[in-house]
C-alpha cells in the first residue's frame, strides 16, 4: 500500500452497455490493481445513469435521468478518472461520449455552481482503456487525443491509456499484449505514473527520468 494514495479516489467509467464485456474487464482489472495499491476505486456503468445527450439548454428542460448524480456526487468528488469505452467507428461509444457533453449543463451560464463545478472538474488524473475488434494500433488513437484534449482543456493529467483486442465476451483476456495486466498496472499506479506535458515556459530539468541515487554515486565525477 502506498501513502502517496491516502484518500485518493478513482472513478471507473465503463462505456459500454455490456456489463461482461471486455471493457467491462479492463475497467475490473484497473478497480483490482487501484485497490491492493491503497487507491479508493469505484467502477460505474454509464448506461445505469444515462438515457439521453444533451439538449438544447436554450429550449428544453434537462433530461429526467441520473446524471447529475454521476456527474456531481461521482465524477466532481473523483482524484481522477478512468474511462473504458469500447471503439465504436474509430471513436469513444455514444455513453462515453455523452459523459462528457452532458456536463456542459453544469459549467455552462452564470452563477455560483458554474464556476464550482469548473474548478472541481479541473486538476484531475485521468485515463483511458480502450477494447477494439482491430488489433491495429491507430484503432484507439482518435479517443486518445480527444481524451489528451479533454485533460488539456481541463488542466488534467492524462496519465496513460491502455488498448486490447477482443470481439466476443471477456476475449480481451487472450490479447498476447496482456492488457489486463496493462490496466490492473495503471491502476495501482494511477496517481504516482510521471506524467510530463511542456509547454514553452515550463522549467524542466534536461533528466525525463531522474537517475537513482546509487547511480549517482558510482558515476565518475559526480559526488553522491
Known amino acids: 500500500m502506498n501513502s502517496n494514495h491516502q484518500g485518493r479516489k478513482l472513478l471507473i467509467l465503463v462505456g459500454s452497455p455490456r456489463r461482461d464485456g471486455n471493457s467491462a474487464a479492463l475497467g475490473e482489472a484497473a478497480r483490482l490493481g487501484a485497490a491492493a495499491a491503497g487507491i479508493s476505486a469505484s467502477l460505474l456503468f454509464i448506461d445505469d445513469y444515462i ?3 444533451l439538449p438544447d439548454l436554450r429550449h428544453a428542460a434537462a433530461p429526467s435521468d441520473r446524471y447529475a448524480e454521476l456527474f456531481l ?3 466532481l468528488p473523483a482524484d481522477g478518472l478512468l474511462l473504458c469505452t469500447p471503439v465504436y467507428w474509430y471513436g469513444m461509444s455514444a455513453q462515453a461520449k455523452a459523459f462528457f457533453d452532458r456536463s456542459f449543463s453544469h459549467y455552462a451560464g452564470s452563477g455560483p455552481e458554474p ?3 469548473k474548478a472541481r472538474m479541473a486538476g484531475k488524473r485521468l485515463g483511458l482503456a480502450v477494447a477494439s ?3 491495429y494500433p491507430g484503432a484507439a488513437l482518435g479517443i486518445v487525443h480527444q481524451m489528451q484534449e479533454y ?3 481541463t488542466h488534467s493529467d492524462f496519465v496513460g491509456y491502455v488498448h486490447g483486442a477482443g470481439n466476443r465476451r471477456g476475449e480481451v483476456a487472450r490479447d498476447p499484449r496482456q492488457p489486463l495486466a496493462a490496466a490492473r498496472a495503471l491502476g495501482s499506479e494511477f496517481f504516482t505514473r510521471k506524467y510530463s506535458d511542456y509547454r514553452l515556459e515550463t522549467p524542466r530539468s534536461h533528466n525525463v527520468w531522474e537517475p537513482a541515487a546509487s547511480a549517482l554515486s558510482s558515476t565518475p565525477g559526480v559526488l553522491p
Open 73 to 75: 456526487e461521482h465524477f
Open 51 to 53: 438515457s439521453s445527450f
Open 151 to 153: 485533460a488539456r482543456y
Open 133 to 135: 475488434e482491430e488489433t
Open 115 to 117: 464556476e464550482r463545478v
